[in-house]
């Protein structure tokens, strides 16, 4: 299963973007998906995830302002992200667990599956 990754790009601080993640498969169908980024020099760190179609969680630095959501009918996840400021930069990445999982992990180590990453810079 591959998870391809888009939507990125250069905006300025307080611009909005929406990032879109599709599985290659359509009979893959994870309970829990997520959201994580690595900005240049950090850590991989957690974005948002979604467990189902409405139990979502989110980091603190983007609660309010992203929004995680997905449309199992297109087997995609979208990472709704508004009012964008540069420490919002980084590569972003959605992930997935494994199939019977269905607790949300805030760590890289609970996905099994990621995609090829979306890169986003905020500057003005």
């Known amino acids: 299963v591959q998870l391809q990754a888009c939507g990125g790009g250069l905006v300025q601080p307080g611009a909005s973007l929406r990032l879109s993640c599709v599985a290659s498969?359509?009979?893959?169908?994870?309970?829990?998906l997520a959201w994580f980024r690595q900005a240049p020099g950090k850590d991989r760190e957690f974005v948002a995830a979604?467990?189902?179609?409405?139990?979502?969680v989110y980091a603190d630095s983007v609660k309010g302002r992203y929004t995680i959501s997905r449309d199992n009918a297109a087997n995609t996840i979208y990472l709704q992200m508004n009012g964008l400021k540069p420490e919002d930069t980084g590569v972003y990445y959605c992930a997935a667990r494994s199939p019977a999982l269905t607790v949300i992990h805030r760590t890289a180590r609970g996905y099994a599956y990621w995609g090829q990453g979306t890169e986003v810079t905020v500057s003005s």
């Open positions: 979604i467990s189902g179609s409405t139990s979502t």
């Open positions: 498969e359509r009979s893959f169908n994870p309970t829990v």
